[in-house]
């Protein structure tokens, strides 16, 4: 029987897959692993959430079908969440949908907006959904920058140009995973002047929102530059802003036709989250919000440990603006070697686990993704790990191998 299924065959083999499973055995081996690998919060969500979800799911008619669309409830609290953090005024009925993390949301809604041979722009690097929920839905991928400026508007107009059929859809993220890029409302208006002009549609990813290092720089909604309803939806997540990865709980808002195409393709696919996540969804978005200052300060006192311990040890790391995350390149003396070599040799020299950079697309190679996952004690010996494994290769402090070698 032929196995080589249409949309199995595009996908290329995971890139992540081979350092999770020398990762796992070094783990059954007893070795004690620093993993800075994957985005995976270890602070528990707020404790309130965690009560209302206990409550809800003791009541024994909550355990049936819940709504694909989300609970009305939660829709109106992410609303609600939009107008008091961007000003932004959105209809729960046809302008907000519940997603099962923000994930599922971007695959469903390429599925639902996208027919075979269909030109989409996504970033490399990226998060990885950003085009293989695409590549699956059987679009083809022109890659755009993901740092944004002049170069980033510029490959939009080739693109426009030289694209046959033309693009139909962008994909952007920021706070952008992996590269912790951030933007402004300036680069919001030409995306969206730029793509009303040419009836593109724009899909922001914005799970990253509430982890930003600069008080006085919070990071924008594209929902906030006028017409961008006209062309525009935008992902968040439950995930990083309280802790709530595992649950599964994400948002898309915007574009009505958009969100109207996402629902009835849910409608077919599932009954949304479990109805008790719904409910601790929306204790988290209307409680106490002083849980998303403190994550920020966690997250930004990591990073500072990072920099500093890493800095020490030969390795020079860009301190990152926002996210979870630092976009760190290679050491001179291991570039030839390339990210996914790099990471490998980490784990098994330092016991320390990072994300390869090439697992980010083509333009991440020459970086790996450092998570900042682990408490400052950790970062600290992973620095230390990190510092002998460089000194027994004779690297010295800016990263490169010693004359004598």
Known sequence: MNDDFYRVKRLPPYVFAEVNAMKAAARARGEDIIDLGMGNPDSPPPAH??????????????????????????????????ERRFGVELDPES????????????????????????????????????????????AAIRHVPAKPGPDFMASLERAVHYSVPKPTALVIGYPSNPTAEVVDLDFYA????????????????????????????????????????????????????YSMAGWRVGFAVGNKQLIGALTRVKSYLDYGAFTPIQAAAVAALNGPQDCIEEARKLYKARRDV???????????????????????????AFREMGSMEFAKQLLVNAQVAVAPGAGFGEMGEGYVRIALVENEQRLRQAARNIKRYFQSLGINSAGARSAAE
């Open 306 to 332: 990072l920099v500093d311990s890493f800095g020490r040890a030969g390795w020079d790391i860009p301190p990152p603006a926002a996210s979870m995350f630092a976009w760190a390149p290679i050491p001179p």
């Open 49 to 82: 959430v965690i009560e209302k979800l206990a409550e809800v799911a003791r009541k024994p008619d909550a355990h049936g079908y819940s709504a694909s669309k989300g609970l009305k409830g939660l829709r109106k609290a992410q609303a609600a969440y939009y």
């Open 95 to 138: 302008e907000v949908i519940v997603t099962l993390g923000s994930k599922e949301g971007l695959a469903n809604l390429a599925q639902a907006i996208t027919a075979p041979g269909d030109v989409i722009l996504a970033p490399n690097p990226s998060y990885p959904i950003h085009t293989f929920g695409f590549i699956i839905a059987g």
């Open 190 to 241: 030409q995306v969206v002047d730029f793509c009303r002009k040419h009836e593109i549609w724009v899909l922001s990813d914005l799970a990253y929102a509430e982890i930003y290092f600069d008080d006085d720089k919070p990071s924008p909604s594209i929902l906030q530059i006028p017409g961008a309803r006209d062309i525009a939806v935008e992902f968040t997540s439950m995930s990083k802003t």
